[in-house]
């Protein structure tokens, strides 16, 4: 199954670094902060403005994300959790 995010939306694959300290304890999920990386799966078409022309989306397919802490809808799809959230919340495009 797919989906296909509307207006300025995008779905995103988390992706959860494994947080570990510098001594080698791994931090529990209950103690860990929620992350905020994901990579870009699916991209809407964009906003529609006044004029009727479409807003160019900033970011593509397989960008890799940073988004704000509490931003977006969290779903699961065939067993796999997403999120979907506007394109305003997301802070940057990570590149290499």
Known sequence: MAIRPLSDRLVIKVID???QTSGGI???DSAKEKPQKGEVI???PGKTLE???K????V???DIVLYAKY???DI???NEMLKILSVKDVLGVLEA
């Open 51 to 53: 004029d009727g022309k």
């Open 17 to 19: 670094d494994t947080e």
């Open 42 to 44: 699916a991209v809407g």
């Open 71 to 73: 931003a977006g809808t």
């Open 26 to 28: 791994f931090i529990p």
């Open 76 to 78: 699961k799809l065939d």
């Open 60 to 62: 593509k397919v397989g």
């Open 55 to 58: 807003e160019e989306m900033e």
